[in-house]
């Protein structure tokens, strides 16, 4: 925040967010709930809530937020507007939340800071001046911004596809990307369906390992947290389809190593990490970027933290529903662009992930404007 101050921006306030910046939904013990601007029964996402409901209403142009599971992009696909989250250690998260007290500083993968916005030119504003090395922050490297090329957008190379065959999405979310293929190819864009050949489902329960690990030292233990938490594990554990669950039980991923860390486990998963990592740079070598629904379904109704997400005529197990299509770019770090292509028929919005190269934000961005001068549906909700 101090980079967007020196620069001459203005700060409002603060928006609220889910406990301690997790979580799919605007839900605390300290704040009223975030409601979703287009229909207050639905939640706006998480964890960036507060800011994307915000933007969305029209009460600010732009939000600084964090990603590490989705935050950012979950919410701009929940509430029609455009998030970005930059390839991994391109910002520093300097200020972001503090340790506990006496802990050490834990969180040191797959967290990015990045921001939401109304269109893809004030995201590339915001990163041009949130980028960059940090004296408190030794591990970020100082890599200057990339400079985008001045390809057309009908010399690229796209790949794009509705959904992964492990993960179904919602029938309105299929029928909007597949509106936004046509449009591109109506306007001379060469596009191809594709989905790498990569182990999601090792990704899914990767990130988890890692999560597991980065968060240890910054779980509340107070007699109430861990109940709420437990609670969280026990519905996400055991509601929705069963076979979406033996995808990737969260309890059965996380609980063993939050009680019995090891060193050599989390060296174990940083060397799993580093495999996925390889095989995701591989399989982009031979394209510019990749178009990807960003959860299995568009914004829900308010309830429990944890509760089974309806995909249709199918229960889904919560975290599945909403991270399925995010966390495996957290793990392997690159950068993620979301724009709005279309509503549902009830006018809750939907976005479209577009997954850059590693380190190429500014050529990520600039293609996501360029597609988003044919595709992008950015409205306002009703009385806003």
């Known amino acids: 925040m101090s980079r967007l101050r020196a620069a001459g921006a203005i700060l409002l306030g603060k928006t609220n967010v889910g406990d301690l910046a997790g979580g799919y939904q605007g839900l605390n013990d300290v704040f009223p709930r975030v409601n979703n601007p287009w229909n207050l029964n639905y939640t706006p996402g998480g964890t960036s809530s507060g800011g994307a409901a915000a933007i969305a209403a ?66 590339n504003l915001c990163l041009q001046l949130i980028a960059g090395a ?159 629904p960003v959860a299995m379904t568009p914004a829900f109704t308010h309830r429990e933290r944890g509760a089974a997400v309806q995909v249709d005529n199918c229960s889904v197990p919560y975290s599945i529903a909403l991270g399925a299509y995010v966390v495996p770019f957290n793990l392997t770090g690159h950068p993620v662009v979301v724009i709005p292509i279309g509503q549902t028929k009830g006018g809750l919005p939907i976005g479209m992930q577009i997954v850059g190269k590693r380190w190429r934000d500014m050529e990520l961005l600039a293609l996501a404007q360029k597609i988003d001068r044919i595709v992008g549906q950015l409205q306002r909700p009703p009385g806003y």
């Open 58 to 123: 029209g009460l600010s142009p732009l939000d600084l937020c964090s990603d590490f599971g989705g935050s950012i992009r979950q919410p701009a696909h929940f509430c029609g507007i455009y998030g970005l989250k930059p390839t991994d250690r391109r910002v520093p998260t300097t200020g972001h939340i503090p340790e506990v007290p006496g802990a050490p500083r834990g969180l040191r993968q797959m967290l990015t800071v990045g921001g939401l916005a109304r269109s893809v030119e004030d995201l």
């Open 134 to 292: 940090d004296q408190a922050q030794p591990e970020i490297p100082p890599v200057p911004l990339d400079r985008p090329t001045s390809q057309s957008l009908q010399t690229r190379r796209i790949a794009w596809a509705e959904e992964w065959s492990a993960y179904p999405v919602a029938t309105e979310i299929k029928s909007a990307l597949q509106s936004m293929a046509t449009k591109l190819t109506q306007a001379g864009i060469s596009l191809e369906k594709y989905v790498p050949d990569f182990d999601f489902p090792a990704a899914w329960q990767t990130y988890y390992k890692l999560a597991a690990y980065n968060l240890i030292y910054a779980q509340s233990l107070t007699t109430s947290d861990v109940w709420k938490n437990l609670a969280f594990l026990f519905r996400d554990g055991t509601q929705g389809d069963r076979n979406f669950r033996k995808l990737g039980s969260i309890p059965g991923i996380g609980l063993p190593i939050s009680l019995n860390p090891t060193l050599k486990g989390y060296f174990e998963t940083l060397t799993e990490r580093d495999r996925l990592v390889t095989e995701m740079d591989e399989a982009l070598t031979q394209w510019d970027a990749w178009l990807y």
